[in-house]
């Protein structure tokens, strides 16, 4: 028997691209200072800044659909040639209805659509964005809508409170001559690592501590990013961007340090200090960043992670198209900049972890 | 048409009656009423009634009400317009007798608020607005007044302090009436410093939730002569009714209220009367608001003058257009599918020089006007005493 | 509101879509059989932008049963771009820096939830108009 040996990169028959791009970041931010005051009394040593929280009428819908408008306003289609509405998120409102129909219908995409929702703890969103490439890359489908979004719960006290986000990103793929960055390949790194969970009808995950970093985090965005640099024979500086999901501010300076990439490739997409971890959104809304600010030509790296455990890597390239589409729709730092800030009560409140009954 | 008459008036006092139920305190008023008049059996009741079956879990008023009260057997429904059913059932009696089918028609308005909560009442209450498109996003009633006071205080650059007037006014005059909720007085300072209910209405801006039943017998003409109870004969010269789009989105002008415009040339033209024959002028002051607006669509002020009107002192009982003579919605208390039937009881008192020490000199001529929701439905009546 | 009043309104609630008349060319929000400009029938579906100005506003204190959750929050006739005046609440917006004439735009937010139960209702809502610091830098 001969040995066939498979190309480990995700490549389509067809080029496709993004064809549109939207950010969301609710308004309100919760200082980790605040956390530190109620649970810990030090403040020393701070994972991030502040983070993101969604308002009292948000959710990953509501969210999503705000991404989605955006996406939809850069890329300027017709909503109703798009066959397929994913949306990656662990904080579905529903445990049973799709947020995806919900999305579909205020963006005018129903009826002929696939519509499905997506789970893989923060890398839920690429999941879907790779899907969404293959869905139109092997022509089912000239446009796909894939987004990350997410309202993160963490445990109140817990390290990941400091950091458990709202907030995430649309990415419309088409074909790649209608880009505003083409997706050369792709890559997913999957392994069964536990190192953070929630069971079913629990309210908060739990995790492994320290085992989330290196048999976890490091291990799949490392491998992910090393095989796809491998496969396509490029190097770190060949990047001129690379976003790596953000749980905290330390994890993807010390990831892309390891894979030799420079402080100044990582900076743009860095957003986790100010608006936390927004799980399926976070490697996404840096992406977004990158996106906001990249010049054609560019090269973009992007690889997510997700908890259970896996990445998925992008390879991007900036086209033409990206400066009359970027101005079409607010920037991510548009909702950065948009800021009230909040106490620990108003946020106790907004995220229902106040006992009513 | 024929003329009709009010022969008998009952009330209860407006307030929190915990101890009677519904039909109890329709009891309350139509027995008084109907030996006020007189008679032992009526042609027909018509109950003016809005929240019973949200707040009580009863509708089919008529024949429950009718039976409870010893009529079993007579025609009998319940009549509903929001805030304004009290007139409306007023108004199915008026046109009973007006147009020759009965003799001797009881009409009574009976609302029953306090056997539920303060959220359930609220949601009961914006059932008057667009439940669709006012309710559903979360608007309350108040709320929808308070988007009209707003409006106006920019419009015409009126300070908040101002409406206060009309609520000093209707309170002052509550304190004549024995049946008033609210018979004490208040001050300027005291209406300021007034909780927020919904910016700008606050609490002294706003009429009260609480229970209450009115009720009238009115005849023919043939009739009235043979009831001997010796007093005034009061006759319905004018009823109208007209409306508007029920969502205040939905109109033209948000601060005109153009069914009161249309309802009161109607009502003036029927009872061949002109505003200034207007003697009193029991208005539907469930908001502060709705009092100026009420003064200036009747043409009783210009646009944007009602609230000056009351700042001028020309709303009391002394001025030239007393309104709320015995406390108004404010302060009498506004019971709402009741109100409209307790206005006419009222001005019926002040035609036949029975209001006591709220007694509007020399009157002879009275308006009544019952509103429904924010607007949408306006009924206009005419009274004189002869 | 049942679901399946929630569920045939849902184009006008997620997406602000009335209709514009075919007579008179108004634009009518929300939907209705009749154009309430000209008495026509109006049926040709619009999606407005959901751009407006606040036209009044007030603060709820005490809301409706379904809405306690979310109390104290704004409320707004907004006059829209095209035409039609809607009733609505505002979100992201502290009452108190609400203004009339202020520009806003419509937003798909979550109205209210039926009990831990039952169906999530979006509605729109408005907010002020998001500044673009970013293009502008």
Not at chain 1, 26 to 44: C, F, H, N, Q, T
Not at chain 2, 216 to 242: F, H, M, Q, T
Request: with cysteine; glycine share 8%.
């Amino acid at each position: 028997m001969t040995e066939v040996k498979d190309s480990v990169l995700l490549r389509p028959n067809r080029p496709v691209g993004i064809v549109g791009y939207g950010a969301y970041v609710p308004i309100y931010r919760l200082p980790a200072r605040e956390v530190a005051r109620i649970w810990s009394g030090r403040d020393a040593e701070l994972p991030i800044k502040e983070k993101a929280v969604a308002g009292l009428d948000e959710d990953t819908a509501s969210m999503s659909i705000e991404a989605a408008r955006n996406a939809l306003a850069r890329a300027q289609i017709d909503p109703k040639r798009i066959r397929a509405v994913w949306v990656g998120s662990e904080s579905h409102p529903y445990a049973v209805k799709p947020t995806s129909t919900i999305v579909a219908e205020a963006l005018d995409i129903v009826p002929l659509t696939q519509a499905a929702d997506w789970e893989f703890a923060c890398k839920a969103g690429t999941e879907a964005m790779q899907a969404a490439i293959a869905f139109v890359g092997s022509g089912m489908a000239t446009y796909a809508l894939s987004i990350g979004m997410d309202t993160a719960q963490g445990r109140p006290g817990d390290a990941l409170e400091y950091t458990a986000a709202a907030g995430g990103a649309a990415i419309l793929i088409g074909p790649a001559e209608e880009s505003l960055a083409t997706i050369e390949a792709s890559v997913s790194y999957v392994t069964d690592t536990p190192d953070f969970w929630r069971r079913a009808h629990v309210h908060y995950p739990s995790h492994g501590q320290r085992f989330t970093g290196e048999p976890a985090y490091f291990h799949h965005v490392t491998h992910a990013a090393q095989i796809m640099l491998e496969e396509l024979g490029r190097k770190p500086a060949d990047y001129r961007y690379v976003v790596l999901h953000q749980p905290n501010v330390k994890f993807p300076q010390r990831a892309a340090k390891l894979l030799g990439f420079k402080p100044e490739q990582v900076q743009a997409g860095l957003l986790v200090g100010r608006i936390g971890n927004t799980y399926a959104g976070s490697s996404l809304v840096g992406m977004t960043a990158v996106l906001d600010e990249a010049r054609p030509g560019d090269q973009v790296l992007v690889v997510s992670f997700g908890s259970g455990a896996g990445s998925d890597a992008f390879s991007l390239e900036v086209t033409e198209r990206i400066e009359a589409a970027r101005g079409r729709a607010p920037q991510t730092l548009d909702y950065i900049a948009r800021r009230v800030e909040i106490d620990y009560a108003t946020y106790a409140r907004m995220r229902g972890k106040l006992l009513m009954k | 048409m024929r003329p009709v008459y009010i022969a008998g008036i009952g009330q209860t006092p407006v307030g929190e009656q915990w101890e009677r139920s519904l039909r109890h305190i329709a009891h309350d008023a139509i027995i008084p009423a109907m030996r006020d008049a007189q008679i032992e059996r009526a042609d027909a009741l018509y109950v003016g009634n809005m929240l019973s079956g949200e707040l009580v879990g009863q509708e089919h008023l008529g024949a429950l009400v009718a039976d409870f009260v010893g009529l079993r057997g007579i025609e009998a429904y319940k009549v509903e317009a929001a805030c304004g059913s009290g007139a409306a059932a007023l108004r199915t009696g008026y046109m009973a007798v007006a147009g020759g089918l009965h003799d001797v028609v009881i009409v009574a308005g009976v609302e029953k608020m306090t056997d539920t909560v303060g959220r359930e009442t609220t949601a009961a209450l914006a059932m008057a607005a667009d439940q669709e498109y006012e309710a559903a996003e979360g608007v309350s009633f108040v709320a929808l007044n308070a988007l009209l006071m707003r409006r106006y205080m920019y419009e015409y650059d009126i300070p908040h302090g101002a409406f206060g007037y009309f609520a000093v006014n209707a309170h002052h005059n509550a304190a004549g009436n024995p049946n008033a909720m609210f018979p004490n007085s208040i001050t300027l300072e005291s209406y300021r410093k007034a909780t927020m209910i919904a910016d700008p209405i606050n609490l002294l801006d706003s009429s009260p939730i609480c229970d209450g039943a009115a009720a009238l017998v009115l005849v023919s003409e043939d009739y009235a002569r043979s009831v001997g109870n010796g007093r005034r004969p009061v006759r319905i010269a004018g009823s109208a009714v007209a409306t508007d789009s029920l969502a205040i989105h939905d109109r033209r002008d948000p601060l005109w209220l153009d069914a009161a415009f249309i309802s009161s040339r109607k009502a003036y033209q029927q009872a061949g009367v002109s505003i200034d024959d207007i003697d009193l002028f029991e208005l539907h002051d469930a908001f502060t608001i709705m009092a100026a607006l009420s003064l200036e669509a009747n043409g009783f002020a210009e646009r944007g003058r009602g609230v000056r009107l009351a700042e001028e002192g020309e709303i009391t009982i002394e001025g030239r257009v007393p309104i709320a003579t015995m406390g108004g919605l404010k302060a009498r208390g506004h019971p709402v599918g009741a109100t409209g039937v307790y206005q006419v009881l009222e001005a019926t008192l002040q035609l036949q020089g029975l209001a006591g020490p709220n007694q509007v000199e020399n009157a002879s001529i009275a308006m009544t006007q019952n509103i429904g929701g924010s607007g949408a439905t306006i009924l206009t009546h005419i009274l004189v005493g002869e | 509101m049942s679901v399946a009043r929630t569920w045939r309104t849902r184009k006008q609630r997620y997406a602000l879509v009335g209709e514009r008349c075919d007579y008179c060319q108004n634009a009518i929000f929300p939907p209705r059989d009749v154009c309430p400009h000209c008495a026509e029938p109006a049926q040709k579906e619009f999606a407005l932008s959901g751009r407006g100005t606040v036209y009044s506003y007030t603060t709820v204190f005490d809301p409706p049963t379904g809405f306690d959750a979310f109390a104290p929050y704004p409320v707004a006739l907004v006059k829209l771009d095209e035409g039609p005046m809607v009733t609505a609440q505002l979100t992201d917006i502290m009452p108190d820096q609400v203004k009339i004439g202020m520009p806003v735009e419509m937003v798909t937010r979550k109205l209210n939830e039926q009990g831990d139960e039952g169906i999530i209702v979006y509605s729109y809502k408005f907010r002020p108009q998001l500044q673009r610091q970013a293009l502008a830098a």
